[in-house]
């Protein structure tokens, strides 16, 4: 039996295909009855997603993906149930979104000096409403023909060592922790599996993480296999964080897992949605308060 919980999807507030409107009507389409919607750095999707959400009767909670450096790293935090308009996330944000449009400018350089131009126009162009990505570079140089898919793309162009990838320095992990929790929410790791880390500083992540308050890491997440799902429920139960769920879903064809698709928590995870009050939301739709 599917989760009907999705705490974490992309709308064309970050990198997303769907609008905010588009992506929660998608997600009651799937049966989600509980959902984050937890852009990149920016939270002006919320409010109408919620509305939306409401009238489908789906449970919605704010939510954030903040982006984070941390030992040099880029990693992701997941903010759920924040206060989005709290002055200090607000602000945090605000110039985590600045750094983007610097760094933009840096990869449109970068990409200039191997005979590819006009990528910073032709990027914007795919981020009207929030936030500017790698993702909308991705698209540009797509459209270009440079690559013909994004997997390609981003192993061509955009990731570290290859020609359009300019380092940046993000948010520290405490600041994002920090914002999430004193506005309210729950901080979570995102994705885990996908930091290339080691076994030693993912150890130390967790570690630092939950010494700084800390909830939950995903443990069932569209970026992870399967056998990720079991080796993020074992670190979770050893550090005493809980779990979280959720698609990170994209849009139509550009996402590992749609909506409404995801596995249940191993048996043993602790929900990091365990006391939501939102969770009574399911209870006729056979969402379970514990993995079973
Ligand atoms: P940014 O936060 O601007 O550096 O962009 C990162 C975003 O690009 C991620 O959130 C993904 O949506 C997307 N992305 C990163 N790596 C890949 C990849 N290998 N294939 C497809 N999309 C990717
Ligand atoms: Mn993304
Ligand atoms: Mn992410
Ligand atoms: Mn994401």
């Known amino acids: 039996m599917p989760c009907l919980v999705d705490l974490h999807c992309h709308s064309t507030i ?32 919320l409010a109408e997603a919620r509305n939306v959400a409401e009238r489908h009767g789906i449970a919605f909670i704010d939510g954030v993906e903040i982006s984070v450096t941390w030992r040099r790293r880029t990693l992701h935090i997941v903010g759920l149930k924040i206060d989005p308009e709290y002055p200090p996330l607000a602000e ?20 200039d000096a191997i005979g590819i131009t006009g990528s910073l126009e032709g990027a914007y ?29 981003f192993k061509k162009y955009l990731v570290k060592g290859k020609p359009g990838y300019v380092e940046h320095e993000w948010a520290s992990l405490s600041q994002a922790v920090n914002w999430i929790i004193e ?7 995102a994705h885990p599996g996908r930091y290339d880390l080691g ?13 700084l308050g800390g909830t939950a890491i995903e443990v ?26 959720g698609s990170d879903y994209h849009g139509p064809a550009h996402s590992y897992m ?6 249940e928590l191993p048996a043993g995870c602790i929900p990091v949605w365990q006391h939501w009050p939102e969770m009574d939301n399911a209870a006729d739709t056979h969402i379970r308060m514990e993995a079973h």
């Open 220 to 245: 069932v997440t569209g970026s992870h296999s399967v056998e990720q799902y079991q080796e993020f429920a074992h670190i979770a139960r050893l550090f005493g964080l809980a779990a979280s769920a």
């Open 14 to 45: 970050s990198d997303g295909l769907l609008t905010p409107v588009e992506l929660v009507e998608h997600a009651a389409l799937q049966g989600v009855r509980v959902l984050a919607l937890t852009d990149h750095d920016d939270v002006s999707g």
């Open 258 to 263: 749609d909506m409404g698709r995801l596995p």
């Open 125 to 153: 162009r795919h981020a009207k409403q929030g936030i500017i990505s790698r993702a909308h570079f991705a698209r540009y140089l797509i459209e270009k023909g440079h690559a013909k898919d994004m997997r390609s793309v």
């Open 199 to 211: 076994r030693n500083n993912m150890l130390l992540l967790m570690e630092e993480f939950r010494s």
């Open 183 to 189: 506005s309210g929410g729950v901080a979570v790791i």
């Open 92 to 111: 945090g944000l605000q110039a985590i979104r600045e750094g983007r449009h610097t760094r933009a400018q840096g990869m449109a350089a970068a990409l």
